[in-house]
């Protein structure tokens, strides 16, 4: 199946600091990309939607100045948490999906620990 | 508003017995329902699609499930559960114009458990 690879696959940063977080499809073009944030033992929440060269379609209540989300290529797009505090903390998965059939492929998320 | 539900928070069954995990959906038109796993710390991983067609649907790892319009449902199964199957499984319905461009939503998950 379609591969998408997330980087890294974990970080651990202050609070204050920003932190990027890319999301690629390796095999495929992806048309759009999504940002899924999870909380442990919960279900996926869709935070934002993006288009390449687009600006992304943010989820009511996610903040956009928060979570800036850049989908500069069809195989890349990426989500920077700026200015990150400890309840930001969470695991971050993208998700692409391809120009046609309708499957969204995931990546292996990014666990994002805030100290 | 489009919705999913996934109705058990936890599912125990023996491996080698068959195993449903339950979804129900609520759509305005022609639902697209999808299944994923995700293992611990991973992403989440495809396992089936419905999106017309045939009721019956085959997916990855041996997994089928079963799209009834009446009853609005689109339980999960497997003939023969293996103890590597243990994972947290979501099901997930698009809405939107079309299954390119509308968004997943997904029920809260449930944990399958399967013993030795």
């Known amino acids: 199946g379609a591969v998408v690879s997330q980087h890294p696959s974990w970080v651990i940063c202050k609070s204050g600091t920003s932190v990027k977080i890319e999301c690629r499809s390796l095999?495929?073009?992806?048309?759009?990309m999504f940002w899924y944030r999870q909380f442990p033992k919960q279900s996926l929440m869709l935070m934002a939607t993006?288009?390449?060269?687009?600006?992304?379609?943010?989820e009511q209540g996610v903040e956009k100045d928060k979570f800036l989300i850049n989908h500069a290529s069809l195989t890349l797009s990426t989500l920077t948490v700026t200015s990150a505090h400890p309840e930001d903390s969470s695991f971050y998965i993208c998700?692409?999906?391809?120009?046609?059939?309708?499957?969204?492929?995931f990546g292996p998320g990014t666990r994002l620990t805030v100290l | 508003a489009q919705s999913v539900a996934q109705p058990e928070d936890q599912v125990n069954v023996a491996e080698g017995n068959p195993l449903t995990v339950k979804c129900t959906y609520s759509?305005?038109?022609?639902?697209?329902l999808f299944w994923y796993v995700q293992y611990p710390n991973r992403g989440l991983q495809f396992l089936l699609k419905?999106?017309?067609?045939?009721?019956l649907v085959k997916g990855s790892y041996g997994f089928e499930a079963e799209f009834n319009k009446s009853q609005t449902s689109f339980h999960l199964k497997k003939p023969s559960a293996l103890v590597s199957d243990s994972a947290l499984y979501f099901c997930?319905?698009?809405?939107?114009?079309?299954?390119?461009?509308?968004?997943?939503?997904f029920g809260q998950g449930t944990t399958l458990q399967v013993k030795p």
């Open positions: 759509v305005s038109g022609n639902p697209y």
């Open positions: 997930a319905v698009i809405y939107g114009r079309s299954s390119n461009t509308g968004k997943l939503i």
């Open positions: 095999d495929f073009q992806a048309t759009t």
């Open positions: 419905y999106i017309t067609g045939d009721n």
């Open positions: 993006s288009n390449e060269g687009s600006k992304a379609t943010y």
């Open positions: 998700s692409a999906r391809a120009r046609a059939a309708g499957a969204q492929y």
